[in-house]
């Protein structure tokens, strides 16, 4: 069996006949390829459960499957904004703050493995007078 719950503004196809949110069964050593597709203005974060890709997925059926697929909606960031947050500057807004740690460690307040997992996301970089900063204190 393989079940797949949806959180946030997406979707997930599969090539597994049957409705995989209520738990669609196929035989053992079945490869199942799940697609998370998500909405205009979001992003796909990534699954949980049994994985922690952030991918499609091709899901080797050896024994039941219960993964959630993971998406938010999109916050433009500001790189400088964020990172004078974190060293004791405005705060971001709060919207900002949970996307970026949705997409960072999830736990619950934005910090700095929310940022880092932000610039790795996206490919941005430290900007270098925050490199200053940061190394003076």
Known sequence: R???AVSGPGAV?????GS??????A???TVVHLVATPSAGAEFIGWRGETTATTSLN???TH??????IFVNSVAIDVSAAARALLGGPPLSAEAAAYLDAIGNQNGS???GDYTAWLKRTG????????QSAAAR
Do not use: W
């Open 13 to 17: 196809t599969s090539t597994l006949p």
């Open 2 to 4: 393989v079940r797949i």
């Open 20 to 25: 995989i949110g209520a738990g669609a069964f």
């Open 59 to 61: 899901l080797a059926v």
């Open 124 to 131: 941005q970089h430290l900007p270098a007078a925050l490199k």
């Open 64 to 69: 039941p499957f219960d993964l959630t697929a």
């Open 110 to 112: 934005y910090d700095i």
């Open 27 to 29: 035989d053992a050593g």
